[in-house]
C-alpha cells in the first residue's frame, strides 16, 4: 500500500468516525461544529485523491489506445 493510499484510507476511516459521532446525537454544538469542518476538510481530500487516480487511469488508457493504434498503423506511415 503507497503512501497515498495509506493517506486515503485513514481519510476514509476518520470520516466514518466523524459520521458516527454525529449520528449519536452526543456531540455538542461545538464539537458538532468542529466535527463538520474536519469532515468537510477530510471529504475534499479524498475528492482530490479520487480525481488523481481517475486522471491516472484515463492516461493509461490513452497510452494503450496510442500503442494498439501505432500497431496498427502499416509501416512507413
Not at 466523524?18 to 468542529?34: P, V
Not at 463538520?36 to 479520487?50: D, H, I, N, P, S
Amino acid at each position: 500500500m503507497t503512501e497515498d493510499e495509506q493517506s486515503y484510507e485513514l481519510a476514509t476511516a476518520r470520516l466514518e468516525e466523524i459520521i458516527r459521532r454525529l449520528d449519536s446525537g452526543e456531540a455538542g454544538l461545538r464539537e458538532t461544529l468542529d466535527l463538520v469542518k474536519e469532515g468537510r476538510t477530510l471529504v475534499e481530500y479524498c475528492a482530490a485523491e479520487l480525481e488523481a487516480v481517475s486522471q491516472g487511469l484515463d492516461e493509461i488508457k490513452l497510452d494503450e489506445l496510442i500503442a494498439r493504434l501505432e500497431a496498427q498503423s502499416p509501416e512507413g506511415e
